[in-house]
């Protein structure tokens, strides 16, 4: 079942002459985690503050759970979840008085309230600091809370924009956990973001943006393939011999770039792991590395916009 | 074009947040003890005078708010005048844009909440606040005034004390308005209270000398009828009734002083017939000074109505 819970259709943001948002189609799935790439003011956060109603679109259309978020957005916001990019809190309040004042925006009935309050603090680890005023949080504590509110509200959404941003590769981690802990619950997740490894780690699809346009679409592996051609890439290490000599003489061998020190990077057209093994060792050289490289998508962004700026 | 749910929801979590934020922060003790001080010296000093004045005064209660004693020379209500502004000033520079600063703004408005909604809770928050603080003094008032005066207050004063409150609250409500408008315009705290404070210095310094100087720029340099005197004098007036303050005194006037039978100019041919210093019942009262408080009503409702069109298209991210 691949039920659309977001569907925008030539949605349009201008400025003035400026097309923040380009008349692009998006759809997203039920239970999957999608994220919106690309480069600083591509239009990230105007597509999603367009999804919530924050901002009026200039054209197109975009429906959220089948409400259009323009004309109905109480509906819209009462079922999605949205971390701003840099959340803030009251400060002068704590962990649960925060969440409370959410709550009771979202008329949740007291009695229910507090147990899941208390549970959505204890799903992102800050049960124990629940009465703690948030000004003494950190800035990940403060992300976390971020997602506390969503799980309390038990959004169908969450939309979290730029989520990972200023923190520790710890806690970084320790949020895609939650992340992904939000799609086991059922939750539809979409996310922008700029650390691209992190996003791969977790992202079912992505979307590249650039220009307000969408440039590629689909899961990491369609994108490698769309943009690196198709192929498999080999990291080897070996040393004793000419060994990109020893490598461009294999069959279905397309390309033997230099990696680093005694490595090479290579493309084939198949998967030629046992013939490069077996001609290194039989000319002498000694193989200390022969790796599957997993399409990153660092490449794939880099080499797009390589592209881009060489076409422009 | 049509938008859907009710535009009060949320409202009201909006408003009990606002009213405890104020009512248990530093700042509001701090505008109290401005209040306390600026209002006890007058009415300690009115409560001296009063005690020694043996004449029966059938608004002895009244004279408290309004008698300009002689070590003091500024009558209670004159000082809050002053004072109110400042107060709703206090509460209101900072209500929106601080939302931003702290970037809370669009986690909240990504709650089902409108934006009227939030705007008109935050408003609300502020105008209950100042109406409790007021509410405070005036029961200090009149307790003091039953210490020291040693009789109770008649019906009608008390009737009449009640509506300068509800006055009071209307005129704060005005200033309150004003300060979140700025706070929506300006994106700084201290902008937004700088003009604030700024356009309250405005209306009590320059204004009635601007309004002077208007006068004698449109008067013919020699007066030669009658008709051309009171058109002068109606000018004069009018300009005066442009600042909020003007209209709460002139309420107060009417309310505090039930001699007073006209808040505009009037020229002597015009009060034959009247008994003069004959108390007016508490409806004549009312009706005269209807005008004043619908004037502070509307310019609430103006200028709120402003910070909401501000509002509504201000964008919310940072
Ligand atoms: N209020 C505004 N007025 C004019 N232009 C704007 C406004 N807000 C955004 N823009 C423009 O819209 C474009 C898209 O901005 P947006 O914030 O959506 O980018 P983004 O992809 O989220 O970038 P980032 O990664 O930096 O967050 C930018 O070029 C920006 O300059
Ligand atoms: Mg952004």
């Known amino acids: 079942m691949s039920e659309n819970v977001i569907e925008a259709r030539g949605l349009l943001k201008t400025y003035g002459e400026a097309r923040a948002v380009d008349a692009i189609d998006l759809d997203i799935r039920r239970g999957e985690i999608f994220g919106l790439l690309g480069p600083n003011g591509a239009g990230k956060t105007t597509t999603i503050l367009m999804m919530l109603g924050l901002t009026e679109t200039s054209g197109g259309s975009v429906s959220v759970l089948g409400f259009d978020p323009v004309r109905q957005p109480l509906q819209v916001k009462r079922r999605v979840g949205y971390l ?18 959410t709550a009771r925006l979202l008329d949740i009935p007291r009695r229910e309230s507090n147990g899941r309050i208390m549970q959505a603090l204890k799903s992102v680890a800050l049960d124990d600091v629940a009465d703690k005023r ?41 949020l895609l956990e939650m992340i992904r802990g939000l799609k086991k619950a059922g939750v539809a997740v979409l996310l922008s973001s700029h650390l691209l490894d992190r996003v791969q780690s977790v992202c079912d699809r992505v979307a590249l943006f650039n220009k307000g346009k969408i440039a590629l679409m689909g899961t990491v592996v369609e994108l ?89 | 074009m049509q938008r859907e749910g009710s535009p009060f929801t949320g409202i009201g979590p909006v408003f009990m947040k606002e009213l405890s934020d104020h009512l248990t922060s530093i700042r509001m003790m701090v505008l109290t003890l401005f209040v306390i001080v600026f209002g006890a010296f007058p009415v300690a000093s009115s409560l001296q005078t009063l005690r020694t004045v043996v004449s029966a005064d059938a608004y002895l209660y009244l004279r408290i708010f309004t008698i300009e004693p002689q070590q003091v020379p500024i009558s209670f209500i004159s000082a809050l005048n002053f ?11 900072d209500s929106v844009n601080s939302e931003f600063n702290r970037r809370t703004l669009s986690r909240v408005l990504s709650q089902p909440i409108y934006r009227d909604a939030l705007l008109l809770g935050k408003f609300l928050g502020g105008l209950m606040t100042l109406a409790v603080g007021l509410l405070a003094l005036w029961l200090i008032v009149f307790g003091a005034g039953l210490l020291l005066l040693g009789i109770p207050p008649r019906g009608v004063e008390v009737a009449r004390a ?119 019942p508490l409806d004549q009262s009312l009706l005269l000074i209807w005008p004043q408080v619908t004037g502070l009503i509307a310019g609430m409702i103006v200028v709120f109505s402003a910070a909401y069109v501000v509002f509504q298209r201000e964008e919310v991210r940072a």
């Open chain 1, 84 to 101: 701003p990019d840099a959340v803030g809190f009251y400060d002068h309040m704590t962990a649960r008085e925060n969440l409370i004042y």
């Open chain 1, 134 to 174: 948030v000004a003494t949080f950190s800035r990940g504590m403060r992300q976390r809370l971020g997602i506390a509110e969503i799980v309390m509200k038990k959004a169908e959404i969450a939309i979290l924009d730029e989520p990972t941003s200023g923190l520790d590769p710890h806690a970084t981690f320790e």
């Open chain 1, 224 to 312: 490698a393939n769309q943009v690196l051609g198709a192929g498999h890439p080999l990291l080897v290490e070996a040393s004793g011999i000419d060994v990109a000599a020893a490598l461009r003489g294999i069959e279905g061998v397309q390309q033997v770039l230099p990696a680093g020190e005694g490595a090479w990077r290579v493309v084939a057209d198949r998967d030629v792991r046992a013939v490069v093994a077996r001609n290194v060792v039989t000319a002498g050289g000694s193989l200390s590395r022969l790796s599957d490289l997993q399409p990153s998508l660092e490449e794939v962004y880099t080499h797009y916009f390589e592209g881009e700026r060489h076409a422009a």
């Open chain 2, 83 to 93: 004072i109110i502004p400042l107060m709703a000033i206090g509460l209101g520079f």
């Open chain 2, 162 to 280: 009640f509506g300068f409150l509800v006055v009071a609250v209307f005129y704060g409500g005005v200033w309150l308005a004003i300060a979140m408008l700025f706070s929506v315009v300006f994106r700084s705290t201290a902008t937004s209270a700088l003009c604030a404070l700024g356009l309250w210095l405005f209306f009590f310094i320059l204004w009635p000398m601007i309004a002077n100087a208007l006068v004698l720029g449109f008067a013919p340099a020699e007066i030669t009828s009658i008709d051309q005197y009171v058109g002068i004098q109606e000018l004069a007036i009018a300009l005066q009734r442009l600042s909020p303050g003007t209209l709460f005194s002139e309420a107060l006037l009417g309310l505090l002083n039930p001699e007073t039978r006209t808040l505009g100019f009037m020229l002597p041919t015009q009060m034959r017939g009247a008994i003069p210093n004959a108390p007016l």
